[in-house]
Structure formats: structure tokens, C-alpha cells
């Protein structure tokens, strides 16, 4: 099966009550983990690359490292550009093969929001690939953006449909809460998404999916290796993933998940750097992090995003 689009995959999850999986990809062992656990509960996967991340891998590793993934798996696989800042990075995407993109022009004005929007849609279309937009605007940290909790904003439920209709975006990001990085929340704090955007925003957009951003959930045990093994991290929570099951279950498609897969990631490595301290093999501190980056998402496909054997 070639690279597939979101089309049938949100379609499924809308009537089925649950999300995909959105997971941010950097590298092979990350690709690999996030893969293997898909391969193991036959679920569908998105796989995402930044602006940054294309700079770091360059544009054609990653495609071709997601590519190798649709073999060895056999899944319905996209490949979406997370976070788009211009046309001609859509269209480079596009071009290399992308099956989805994201233009973000949630920062700029509505009526900007919509133009450059519309041109992605325009050229995505007539490329056969689907384009995610986003209304409202998350606080935290991006690649180049650092959005403070003061400047985030909700999405406007009574935006919704004007901003569909005119631009023609397959899906819709929104603002109710959720934020980009580690540090979400202080601890003692109680987060609560907005379901009553959510539900407002559903109401006006029925069968539309709507993607959710800065969903990592912070997992305390993998902040407590990194900090027992050098690391100094501030303490902070992140979304619990009882909401975001509850989001799935409701019109959200697509769940962004990036931050958490860098814990799983930097905890193992440390941990396994802290307790061989003579070793300089980089497959050996990669396994185990690779190893950590799969159950992380076995957990989340099952007890979160509930899209185990849907592939
Ligand atoms: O939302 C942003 C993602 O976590 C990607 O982060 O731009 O540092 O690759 P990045
Ligand atoms: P997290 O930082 O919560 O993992 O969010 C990732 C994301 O939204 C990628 O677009
Ligand atoms: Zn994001």
C-alpha cells in the first residue's frame, strides 16, 4: 500500500469514536518505534514532519525513511507537514510527495488566515493531498514561534464555518487548551479542555474532523529518569489523557503528539549513558530509546486515541 491520505482514515475515526495518531517524526529510530507499534495493534498511523525536522533529516531522508515504513508495515501511513508557515513550503512538500499538509496561519489576521489558507488548499487539491488549517492560536513553544499563554486565544465557534466554506481545508485545528512543549501546566494545577468549544465548534462543522495540537500528556515517571540521571527539568503536567480520550470519542480526528515521544527518547538514552558509562556503540542507547518510543505509543493508541486494530 503507497502513502496514503487522511481522507478515509478521519471519515473512519469520526463514525468510530476514536483519533488517529498523530506522532512527530525526527529520525529512523523514531519512525521505527512509532511504526512497530503501530504494525503490532494494526493501527493507522500519520506521521509528521516540521519545518525543523526537514531541516535537520533533510527533505529527502524522512520521506524516503517513511517510505520504508509503508513496506516493512504494510499500514495506512500519511505523511503530513506539521505546522507549514508559507505556500512554498506546502508546495515543496507536496512536490516531494507529502499526502497532507498543514498551513498555519492561525497567528495572522482571519481574512490573511483565509487567503494564504486558500492557496494551499488551491495547489493541494489539484495535487490530490489534503490540507489541515488552524483557527485560535496555542501558547508554547514551536520550532521558531514562542506563543505566551497571555497571546494564545480560543477558537471562535462562530468563525468555523465561514473559515471552511472559504478556504475548502479538509480539517481544522482548534484552540481549546491544549499547548505545544513540556511545560504545560504547574503542578497541582488542573487542566480542563474547552469541551464546550469543542462541542460548539462540531455542532456548526457536523462530520468535519478537527485536530487537536499539544497533546502530550507529560508522563511523570520518564520527566523523573531524566532528572534522576542528570537531567533538570522544571516540574510541570501536561493534558490528561482521560480528556483526550474524551476528545476522540467526540469530533477530534487527529491528536498531535510530539513532546512526549522526546522524553521517551531522552530518558532512555540517559538512563542507559548513566548505567554504561563505557559504552560508545550508539545502537545500544538507541534500542532501548526506540524500545521506549514504541510503548509510549502502544500505550497512547490504545488507552488514549483508541485506534488499535482500525488500520
Ligand atoms: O508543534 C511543534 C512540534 O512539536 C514540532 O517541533 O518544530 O521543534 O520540530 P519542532
Ligand atoms: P506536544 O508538544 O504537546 O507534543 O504537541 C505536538 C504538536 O502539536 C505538534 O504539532
Ligand atoms: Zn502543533
Known amino acids: 500500500m503507497p502513502l496514503v491520505t487522511t481522507k478515509e482514515m478521519f471519515e473512519k475515526a469520526y463514525n468510530g469514536g476514536y483519533a488517529i495518531g498523530a506522532f512527530n517524526v525526527n529520525n529512523m529510530e523514531i519512525i521505527q518505534g512509532i511504526t ?15 519545518k525543523g525536522a526537514r531541516a535537520y533529516a533533510n527533505r529527502t531522508y524522512l520521506m524516503k525513511l517513511v517510505e520504508a515504513a509503508v513496506i516493512e508495515t504494510g499500514l495506512p501511513i500519511a505523511l503530513h507537514l506539521d505546522h507549514g508557515d508559507s505556500f512554498e513550503l506546502c508546495k515543496s512538500c507536496i512536490d516531494d510527495g507529502f499526502t497532507s499538509v498543514m ?61 471552511v466554506t472559504r478556504t475548502g481545508c479538509d480539517s481544522l485545528a482548534i484552540a481549546i487548551g491544549t499547548s505545544h512543549g513540556a511545560y504545560k501546566f504547574k503542578p497541582g494545577t488542573k487542566p480542563q479542555l474547552r469541551f464546550d468549544i469543542l462541542e460548539e465548534v462540531s455542532r ?42 474524551e476528545a476522540a470519542r467526540l469530533a477530534v480526528c487527529k491528536i498531535n503528539i510530539d513532546s512526549d515521544l522526546r522524553l521517551a527518547m531522552t530518558a532512555m538514552i540517559r538512563q542507559y549513558m548513566a548505567e554504561h558509562p563505557a559504552d560508545f556503540d550508539p545502537r545500544q542507547y538507541l534500542k532501548p530509546a526506540r524500545e521506549a518510543i514504541k510503548q509510549l505509543v502502544m500505550h497512547k493508541i490504545v488507552d488514549v486515541l483508541g485506534c488499535d486494530g482500525k488500520a
Not at 507499534?37 to 516540521?50: E, F, T, Y
Not at 498551513?103 to 495572522?108: R, T
Open 36 to 50: 512497530e507499534a503501530g504494525k503490532d495493534l494494526n493501527a493507522p498511523l500519520i506521521l509528521q514532519v516540521s
Open 204 to 245: 456548526r462543522l457536523p462530520g468535519f474532523p478537527i485536530v487537536l495540537h499539544g497533546s502530550s500528556s507529560v508522563p511523570q515517571d520518564l520527566v523523573a529518569i531524566i532528572n534522576q540521571y542528570g537531567g533538570n527539568m522544571p516540574d510541570a503536567i501536561g493534558i490528561p489523557e482521560e480528556q483526550l480520550r
Open 103 to 163: 498551513i498555519d496561519a492561525s497567528s495572522k489576521s482571519f481574512e490573511d488566515n483565509i487567503a494564504l489558507t486558500k492557496q494551499v488548499v488551491e495547489y493541494a487539491h489539484d495535487h490530490g493531498v489534503v490540507v489541515e488549517a488552524e483557527l485560535g492560536t496555542l501558547a508554547g513553544i514551536e520550532d521558531e514561534v514562542n506563543v505566551s499563554a497571555e497571546d494564545s486565544s480560543y477558537t471562535r465557534p462562530e468563525d468555523v464555518e465561514e473559515f
